[in-house]
């Protein structure tokens, strides 16, 4: 299994335009439990080369890494030997037309997101020197741990239910908070997912979060996990109505020379008497 090496990485390292090789360590290894993650398939790719080509492939195509340590020219390469007849009307890199040729070549493998799939293969067929180069693509279910739905944090001090959930209401400035049923447990553990994020409920029970905050909670949620954690519902638009501020300050941090307002609509379709 490969596995990515958890290290942040920034907002303008993941948008270059320059593919760059995953970190190709074959191990297992422990995931971070300070977020949950969306399963996505991350392809492996796999292409043969002449040697004497190895070293200028690894270089010139490189594969963007989801997430990871940001390593240049990763890869696992195999060596073996590849056969070839070049027929009539060819231009073989190497040999001769109707002649049985072999040459040494080296198997390069390295991971890439899967929305770079493209690219890659357009990199790949650019930098080849074979007419009709040999690669293939393994998909990988690996989790992309810089990305995901859902955080999990521990507050400095442990609070009473009943504080926390006043607190959470005012922060948010809701109306209404609606939670399953008070415990007497003390919070410390949190696990927050704005939006319509019920379906996570099991990963904060997993994560042994003391309260899982959301936007939207089904009916029967409140009945299932009401022993096993306090769930806390203040609406979908009222959990995300805080993103303004953080897109006001990536956009005013990447482009300063810009004029950026925040708009002051309220596009919530839910109004309440």
């Known amino acids: 299994m490969g596995v990515w090496i ?12 320059e593919v760059t090789p995953c970190v190709g360590v074959w191990i297992e ?15 492996c790719v796999g292409v043969w080369i002449e040697t004497s080509g190895t070293r200028n492939m690894s270089c010139k195509v490189r594969v963007t890494p989801c997430v ?52 890659v293969i357009k990199a790949l067929l650019a930098t080849h020197p074979y007419e009709e180069p040999a690669f293939d693509f393994y998909p990988l279910k690996n989790t992309w741990t810089q990305v995901g739905s859902g955080v999990v944090g521990e507050l400095e001090e442990p609070e009473a239910e009943l504080d926390f ?29 704005g939006g319509a994020g019920a379906f996570l409920l099991p990963k904060a029970v997993s994560a042994d979060a003391d309260v899982f905050i959301t936007g939207e909670v089904k009916y029967h949620d ?24 953080i897109f006001y300050s990536i956009i005013q941090e990447m482009f300063p020379e810009l004029e ?11 109004k309440y008497l």
């Open 165 to 193: 959930l006043k607190r959470i209401k005012k922060t948010f400035e809701v109306g209404c908070l609606r939670h399953t049923r008070l415990s007497g447990r003390l919070i410390q553990k949190v696990a927050l997912c």
């Open 6 to 17: 958890e290290t942040p990485v920034s907002v303008t390292a993941l948008k270059t335009e």
């Open 68 to 119: 990871g340590v940001w390593i240049e020219t990763c890869s696992y390469n195999l060596e073996g030997e590849g056969t070839f007849r070049a027929q009539r009307g060819t231009s073989p890199f190497c040999g001769e037309i109707g002649e049985l040729h072999k040459e040494s070549e080296v198997r390069i493998e390295t991971i890439l997101p899967a929305f770079k799939k493209a690219a």
């Open 29 to 43: 290894t422990q995931r971070c439990s300070s977020s949950y993650f969306r399963k996505m398939v991350t392809p």
């Open 222 to 245: 409140y009945f299932n996990y009401e022993n096993d954690i306090l769930v806390a519902e203040m609406g979908h638009y009222e959990s995300e109505q805080y993103t303004k501020e």
């Open 260 to 270: 950026v307002q925040i708009t002051r609509v309220n596009t919530n379709p839910i």
